[in-house]
T-cell receptor, first 115, second 111 residues
Framework: AQSVTQLDSQVPVFEEAPVELRCNYS??????LFWYVQYPNQGLQLLLK??????LVKGINGFEAEFNKSQTSFHLRKPSVHISDTAEYFC?????????????FGQGTELSVKP | DTAVSQTPKYLVTQMGNDKSIKCEQN?????MYWYKQDSKKFLKIMFS???????INETVPNRFSPKSPDKAHLNLHINSLELGDSAVYFC??????????FGQGTRLTVV
């Protein structure tokens, strides 16, 4: 079974500052990794994904994440945040060879960008 | 065109009632899901269907019954609604083992 831990429930940061949202996972099998963003009263939108290949993954809105297999981490980073990045961020994993492909989510991190 | 659409967006109903949430995807995906997001924003899978067949049922009460008339639709029917069923329900679709695409959610409030 897989599990995902997002180490920070809330991250306040000032506009134009860098930010890192931390995600660790546990799994006995190979996984795919995802970061989703949820704006207030909206659905989930994919930010980026790691399926294979380069461990540094670039996504939308200037976000990137690095897959670290030895540390079982997939931390999300942005060098300079905007007010519009204020949202809930979810890290998720799915089992690589599972036909069901269900996502296991972390608890979410609320990013609050202040002017 | 919306890739995954679900209706209604908001649903307020009394305890004991029966209600349905509809979901449609126009992405041509074979797999569809229902996820539940609780008041603490925690997301958990409820059901997964692949080409109209139930693949995953994550110990959801029998009061919840998904129905997939074709691979583009996955509806969720809930009988005898309880206060604890209040949550946001998300439909999603997925092609093989790649990313899932989510609908906008249905906020269910049971009073």
């Amino acid at each position: 079974a897989q599990s995902v831990t997002q180490l920070d429930s809330q991250v306040p940061v000032f506009e134009e500052a860098p930010v890192e949202l931390r995600c660790n996972y546990s799994s006995s099998v190979s996984v795919y990794l995802f970061w989703y963003v949820q704006y207030p009263n909206q659905g989930l939108q994919l930010l980026l994904k790691y399926l294979s290949g380069s461990t540094l993954v670039k996504g939308i809105n200037g976000f990137e994440a690095e897959f670290n297999k030895s540390q079982t981490s997939f931390h999300l980073r942005k060098p300079s945040v905007h007010i519009s990045d204020t949202a809930e961020y979810f890290c998720a994993v799915s089992e690589r060879y599972n036909q069901g492909g269900k996502l296991i989510f972390g608890q979410g991190t609320e990013l609050s960008v202040k002017p | 065109d919306t890739a995954v659409s679900q209706t209604p967006k908001y649903l307020v109903t009394q305890m004991g009632n029966d209600k349905s949430i509809k979901c449609e995807q126009n992405l041509g995906h074979d797999t569809m899901y229902w996820y539940k997001q609780d008041s603490k924003k925690f997301l958990k899978i409820m059901f997964s269907y692949n080409n109209k067949e139930l693949i995953i049922n994550e110990t959801v009460p029998n009061r919840f019954s998904p129905k997939s008339p074709d691979k583009a639709h996955l509806n969720l029917h809930i009988n005898s609604l309880e206060l604890g069923d209040s949550a946001v329900y998300f439909c999603a679709s997925q092609r093989e083992n790649t990313e899932a695409f989510f609908g906008q959610g249905t906020r269910l409030t049971v009073v």
